[in-house]
């Protein structure tokens, strides 16, 4: 089983970044995906939450809006795309899975209790 997060960056205020995990050694379909990331020194938190399997998205409340997590299950790729970069947004980004979806529409904050697989993380900065 192999998730890999890429597409990370050094990224301008405003700007935007797609992320990807690309998967291997299970069925994209059977499992819900999640985003995740961790500021230095702070707790990881969830953002966003996708069952590839009928294209049901969740998201954290205080992630609405300006990041849209979407799927390829032909590619085996989750995506999350983030917009208007904030420097509050450096982070590194994570995805995981968990098999079925059913734990996505539980708090955000739980989201991160029992995950099957995490990927390696790819660090997004924001700067100027």
């Known amino acids: 089983v192999q998730l890999q997060a890429s597409g990370g960056g050094l990224v301008q205020p405003g700007g935007s970044l797609r992320l990807s995990c690309a998967t291997a050694?299970?069925?994209?379909?059977?499992?819900?995906i999640g985003w995740f990331r961790q500021a230095p020194g702070q707790a990881r938190e969830g953002i966003a939450c996708?069952?590839?399997?009928?294209?049901?998205?969740y998201y954290a409340d205080s992630m609405k809006g300006r990041f849209t997590i979407s799927g390829d299950n032909r590619k085996n790729t989750v995506y999350l795309q983030i917009d208007t970069l904030k420097p509050e947004d450096t982070a590194v980004y994570y995805c995981?899975?968990?098999?079925?979806?059913?734990?996505?529409?539980?708090?955000?904050?739980?989201?991160?209790?029992?995950?099957?697989?995490w990927g390696q993380g790819t660090q997004v900065t924001v700067s100027s």
């Open positions: 995981a899975a968990r098999y079925g979806s059913a734990w996505c529409l539980l708090p955000a904050a739980q989201w991160d209790d029992d995950m099957d697989y």
């Open positions: 050694g299970f069925t994209l379909a059977q499992y819900g």
């Open positions: 996708i069952d590839t399997s009928d294209g049901s998205t």
